[in-house]
Every structure is written in structure tokens, then in C-alpha cells.
């Protein structure tokens, strides 16, 4: 007689509580429904809050990388996504065709003040703190020190959560 453990497994993302059951067979490796319930979890991406704001602190960490030479196309990639991604494509073009650059300072989130995630789509509303040079022929030609409020769509891609677009709130 074969004794059968049934494992029931819960996926919160979800709008309600949806059990998803894997059976087992005694001294069965582990190994196997571990690797059954990352597949349904790549399905069914979720994002926490500090997950979304720790996102957004590291975009603004690799800023520096993207926006200067050698202008990081890969870890852009890494971070963003759509219409974000496009348009930083365009901005590190005219960067390098006008020789500029830009370099930063303070780069900080102060605070989360809103988010909101569903499927594959979060919102989180942060103020942020940057301090921002911008370099044209080796000459400074603007320098902002501010705090600002700015919401970030994150959409989950590529199995992982990217920046799809930014807006300043203030």
C-alpha cells in the first residue's frame, strides 16, 4: 500500500485564496514540487511594497551607469521596460551625440506614499531625493538639488519586475 502526502499550497496574488494541490509519494525528493511551484509562481508574479520601493532605489543607483560613459545599455535593460526603456534608448543617443553626460550625487527614496499592485502591474508613489549635474563638453550646464514626488508603473517581464514608466507628481 503506497501512502500519498498531499501538499496544499496558497497563492496570495490571487484575488482570492486559490489552493493548488501536489501529491507526493513517501520519500519522493522535494526537489520536484519545489521546482512544480516556482512555475506556478512565475504564472502568478507578485511584488511587495519594499520590493517595488527597493526597485526603484536601485534604478535610481544605476542611473549613474546608464546616463554617463560608457552609457550601460545592459543594465538599462535589466531595470526597464516599454516606454521607459524606448525613451532612455533616445535619451543616451542624444547624450553621446551632443557629448554629455550627467552625474549624480543624492539619490534617495524618502518615503513610499502610495502602491498598488494587481497581476502583472504595480504603481508605487515615492519622493525622491536627487542631486543632478549635467555635463555638455566637459562644461556644467545644469545642477538640481530637489525632492520630488514621482509614480513609477512597474510591470512584471521577462520574469522579473521592471520600471515601465516614471511621472513627476510636483
Not at 22 to 35: K, M, R, V
Not at 45 to 70: H, N
Not at 147 to 170: H, M, P, S
Request: charged share 25%.
Amino acid at each position: 500500500m503506497k501512502l500519498r502526502i498531499l501538499t496544499a499550497i496558497f497563492l496570495f496574488p490571487l484575488a482570492w485564496t486559490e489552493p493548488v494541490f501536489a501529491e507526493t509519494s513517501p520519500g519522493q525528493h522535494f526537489d520536484s514540487l519545489t521546482a512544480q511551484n516556482s512555475i506556478i509562481l512565475a504564472q502568478n508574479p507578485s511584488i511587495t511594497l519594499g520590493e517595488a520601493a527597493d526597485l526603484v532605489s536601485e534604478w535610481l543607483d544605476a542611473k549613474s551607469r546608464i546616463f554617463a560613459p560608457p552609457f550601460d545599455r545592459r543594465t538599462l535593460e535589466q531595470f526597464t521596460t516599454g516606454e521607459l526603456y524606448q525613451d532612455t534608448l533616445k535619451s543616451i543617443d542624444f547624450l553621446i551625440e551632443n557629448d554629455g553626460y550627467y552625474e549624480y550625487g543624492v539619490q534617495k527614496v524618502e518615503t513610499v506614499e502610495r502602491f498598488a499592485a494587481a497581476g502583472n502591474k504595480a504603481t508605487i508613489e515615492v519622493k525622491v531625493t536627487e542631486d543632478t549635474t549635467f555635463y555638455q563638453n566637459g562644461e556644467v550646464k545644469d545642477s538640481n538639488f530637489n525632492t520630488q514626488k514621482v509614480r513609477y508603473k512597474l510591470e512584471y517581464r521577462d520574469g522579473i519586475w521592471k520600471i515601465a514608466n516614471f511621472q513627476v507628481l510636483n
